[in-house]
């Protein structure tokens, strides 16, 4: 199919610069434009291609001014980056939609099935399940017993959610995703361990999104609960009775240890490791590798590890690299 750049703005609620009637047909990321394709530039890094791009239309913001002359015929937006990814949602939409139960696919006689639903060769379904309207499930995901499955959810190839877990509407769960593991619960019992039998479930809120690979463990006794509108990159670890507030991210190889409570909005970057049984406040801030040892007050940013205030850290880490000078100078003095 093909639209105009005077259709797109319209759709995108922007303004064209240049020619409204000239076709695009596909998407491309801006260094390698070709005709017929439409970029978009919202990172400033990017900006020299926008002169040399050989795509037909590029989104820019509202505010773009451009230094040399441009041939492609630009969209001008309020948010380059949120209208770049409309148009990508859009494109997806317009795919063939994926409905209807495979032949292929194991399914208990109680499962309930809301219409429009897709599941795919290979997947198994167990007694109790419930999936609601317009979801997708992939080839060789698993869904254990009584689990419930809210509307237009998508659930990627080889997932497995156990027993109880519950999602909401439009959750996404990316491929080696497992739900509802048991929690790492062992008690000392002379020189071994016994097993705390994990007897809890997992609940996903709507609008939330996990990447590949990661893990939810089940709750002890009670959820564990990742509220509306998380988003978790792959790689990650969420232990038992973990609860993460609403429109918190959390980026790739990150872990969080049981019954840790962590507020709405939060940012916290890769590989940072949070300890059991702690309080991390609204809207906290937390740098890439920092471990976490403590309670985390509202609007904390922080960083290291353990890690404390990121103006003290950055403060003593200038201090830390100039170490073995001082040591040097320190030793000449005293010789």
Do not use: W
Not at 57 to 69: R, S, W
């Amino acid at each position: 199919m093909e639209f105009s750049a005077q259709q797109i703005a319209d759709m995108l609620q922007g303004q064209v610069d240049g020619n409204p009637e000239v076709k695009v047909h596909n998407l491309s990321k801006i260094e390698e434009g070709s005709p017929g394709t439409l970029s978009f530039l919202a990172n400033p890094q990017y900006t020299p291609y926008i002169y040399d791009t050989k795509a037909s239309i590029v989104i820019v913001a509202e505010d773009f001014k451009a230094e040399k002359p441009i041939t492609a015929t630009l969209i001008r937006v309020a948010d380059a980056y949120g209208a770049f990814a409309k148009l990508l949602e859009a494109y997806n939409s317009m795919q063939e939609p994926e409905t209807g139960i495979s032949e292929q696919a194991n399914l208990h006689d109680s499962v309930q099935i809301g219409e429009e639903v897709y599941i795919a060769p290979g997947c198994q379904i167990e007694a109790g399940v419930k999936i609601g309207k317009g979801t997708k499930i992939y080839s060789n995901t698993v869904i254990g017993k009584d689990c419930q499955i809210g509307e237009n959810c998508l659930i990627h190839s080889g997932v497995q959610l156990y027993r109880q877990t519950i999602l909401g509407a439009n959750v996404s769960l990316h491929s080696g995703v497992i739900i509802g593991a048991d929690g790492f619960g062992f008690a000392p019992k002379g020189s071994e361990y016994a097993k705390v039998p994990q007897i809890g479930n997992v609940i996903l809120e709507d609008g939330v999104e996990i990447g590949a690979n990661t893990t939810i463990d089940r709750a002890t006794l009670g959820s564990t609960i990742i509220r509306k509108g998380v988003k978790l990159d792959n790689l990650i670890q969420i232990g038992h009775n973990v609860e993460i507030g609403e429109n918190t991210v959390i980026a790739a190889q990150a872990g969080v240890a049981g019954s840790t409570k962590i507020g709405a909005n939060c940012m916290i970057g890769g590989q940072v490791g949070i300890a059991g049984h702690l309080k991390i406040g609204a809207r906290v801030k937390i740098a890439a590798q920092s471990g976490i040892m403590n309670d985390i007050e509202d609007d904390s940013v922080i960083m290291g590890s353990p890690a404390f205030a990121v103006s003290d850290y950055r403060k003593s880490y200038i201090y830390f690299r100039k170490l073995p000078k001082v040591i040097r100078e320190l030793q000449q003095k005293l010789k």
